[in-house]
């Protein structure tokens, strides 16, 4: 359902009707919408089994970590420091995971730096994207992983440039411009006519994002990933109960034991 509304908030100029979805109404209704679907998905998750508690505090920490680290790069010629966490994250926590540190890290760095605005709904939902999809890449171990993980920060840095467009595209120029939006086209010429804005406008900035996130995941990629999976490997706030057998003299029946990882019994009745 979160996908679903992303793609139409940012594909409606393909989809509905000229008219029908204005530019003064829709940021903040998405927005709300958007806050709503967010909470749904951390609630699913939790019932699901995908988010517990310190999976919670994680997407505290990291929202943080990303929130304080996005002024360093400030999209200065497209370089931007937020999206390799967000997809080393996606990758070790899952899509939900992903999806949600994407919104709420966005969400975060926008009250820090003052970026509140009617852009702030639509890079939530493109930096959700970037995190839900790395959740969804094949299974890949060592080098290659590192490799599979740069290559689709890469991709996801043309991505995200590509859906940011779209927010603005159709309001932001002369109508009589071979590159605008131009209401009851048919679908192959406007997205044409997109595709040409895209390239004329963004290619360059979106090249800065790619190779920024290409050298950051290259860099730090297999360090970040092991301390995300011993994270979530160890952070164990229930140790596990195992069952070992008390030592007794050879030929005599003995009771069973308990411990926990702190290695402290519990007596437990044989059988």
């Known amino acids: 359902m979160a996908a679903f509304l992303g793609i139409v908030a940012f594909f409606w100029p393909f989809l509905v009707a000229p008219g029908k979805f204005g530019s003064n109404y829709a940021p903040p209704l998405i927005f709300g919408v958007l806050l709503v679907i967010v909470l749904s998905v951390v609630i699913s998750e939790i019932a699901e089994g995908g988010i517990n508690s310190k999976a919670l505090a994680m997407l505290g920490v990291l929202s943080a970590v ?119 086209l048919p679908f192959t010429e406007q997205f044409h006519r997109y595709l040409a804005f895209d390239l004329a406008t963004s290619l360059g900035w979106d090249t800065g994002r790619a190779v920024t996130n290409f050298i950051c995941i290259c860099l730090a990629g297999p360090a970040v990933l092991t301390v995300f999976r011993r994270a979530a490997r160890k952070a164990r706030f229930q140790a596990p109960i195992r069952f070992l057998p008390t030592p007794t003299a050879a030929g005599a029946p003995g009771d069973t034991k308990t411990t926990d990882d702190s290695g402290l019994p519990h007596d437990q009745p044989s059988g």
Do not use: K
């Open 66 to 184: 990303n929130a304080a680290i996005r002024p360093l790069g400030a999209g200065t010629a497209g370089i931007e420091t937020v999206f390799f966490i967000l997809v080393l994250a996606g990758r070790v926590f899952g899509p939900g995971f992903g999806f949600t540190l994407g919104c709420t890290s966005l969400f975060a760095s926008a009250l820090i730096t003052g970026g509140v605005g009617p852009w702030m709904p639509y890079q939530m939902f493109g930096c959700a994207f970037v995190g839900m999809l790395a959740g969804f890449l094949p299974r890949a171990t060592g080098r290659r992983e590192v490799a599979l993980l740069a290559a689709y920060g890469s991709v996801s840095g043309y991505l995200f440039g590509f859906l940011l467009n779209l927010s603005f595209w159709p309001f932001s120029l002369d109508p009589n411009s071979s590159i605008a939006y131009l209401p009851g």
